[in-house]
């Protein structure tokens, strides 16, 4: 997820997280030790971590402060959310990012898991996907 990080925006995802019972996952750490770090979660925090990954109630999520465009160069909700695709999902609209940020983000990256994924988002951005 790649949040607007207004202030209050932040504030409304840390209580979400908080009402799900998040707890930063931490590579190393089981779920137990990570669950009993003095982990503040409010959107101050969050304002200050670029990638956090956090385990939930409702499955894990990681919070990004921007993605990178094939160059590197960091690319913020401002600039993303133009091209976004809106769906609702439970009754909130969600907003998804394009295929093409999602695929210039993959190419920059360059992990494996992420050379694995470019194959198939490249035949959905041939076959119509944006």
Not at 76 to 102: F, H
Request: charged share 35%.
């Amino acid at each position: 997820m790649l949040p607007r990080t207004d202030r209050d925006n932040l504030a409304r995802l840390a209580a979400a997280l908080s009402e799900l019972g998040a707890f930063l996952r931490i590579g190393g750490m089981t779920d137990g030790e990570a669950r009993a770090l003095p982990v503040v979660i409010d959107g101050r925090a969050l304002e200050g971590m670029e990638v956090s990954t956090w385990r939930t109630a409702a499955g894990d999520l990681d919070v990004l402060q921007h993605l990178r465009d094939e160059r590197g160069d960091r690319v913020g909700y401002g600039v993303l959310e133009p091209r976004c695709t809106a769906i609702e999902v439970v009754g909130v609209e969600v907003r998804l990012a394009s295929l093409a940020d999602i695929a210039r983000s993959k190419r920059f990256a360059d992990r494996e898991k992420d050379r694995e994924a470019l194959p198939e988002l490249e035949r959905l951005l041939r076959d119509g996907g944006e």
